[in-house]
């Protein structure tokens, strides 16, 4: 598994190479390992009319359930922020939506620092399915 996650790593970090970003300059990376074993990538996608951006994050996941996936085991996330990248609020809650109970979030940055919390870490008193 750990050797799973540092690959997630590198490819967030290759895929961030692809982020649309001409407005913010702001590039972001995002690989999930998705239950049917595949890795699933994304960079941030910005437009003009700025609020019509997407997060790097939100692209992977979507790609991975698009494809058929249903449950995410881990999730990292680079940028070439100071300290490693954390997701927004938005993101936070797409994540909850498919994140496997143990799914881990890795955060890192280009200069190779990583924090690696729990999803229930990052959301904690969620609203999820069962609030329905
Ligand atoms: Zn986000």
């Given amino acids: 598994m750990m050797q799973n996650l540092e690959i997630l790593v590198e ?8 982020a649309y970003a001409p407005y913010s300059k702001f590039k972001v990376g995002a690989a999930v390992l998705a239950d049917d074993g595949k890795v699933y990538t994304g960079a941030n996608v910005e437009n003009v009319s700025y609020g019509l951006t997407v997060c790097a ?5 979507f790609k991975a359930v698009s494809e058929g996936a249903r449950q995410i085991r881990a999730v990292a996330i ?10 927004c609020g938005a993101c936070r809650q797409v994540l909850l ?3 496997a109970k143990e799914c ?4 890192a940055n280009l ?5 690696t919390k729990s ?10 399915k069962e609030d329905l």
Avoid: C, H, W
Avoid at 11 to 18: F, G, L
């Fill in 11 to 18: 490819k967030a970090k290759k895929v961030r190479e692809n």
């Fill in 57 to 61: 994050e939100r692209v992977a996941v």
């Fill in 78 to 87: 680079v940028a070439d922020t100071d300290k490693p990248i954390s997701p």
């Fill in 97 to 99: 939506e498919f994140a």
């Fill in 104 to 107: 881990k979030v890795i955060m």
């Fill in 111 to 115: 200069k190779g620092e990583q924090v």
């Fill in 119 to 128: 999803i229930d870490e990052l959301i904690p008193y969620s609203f999820t």
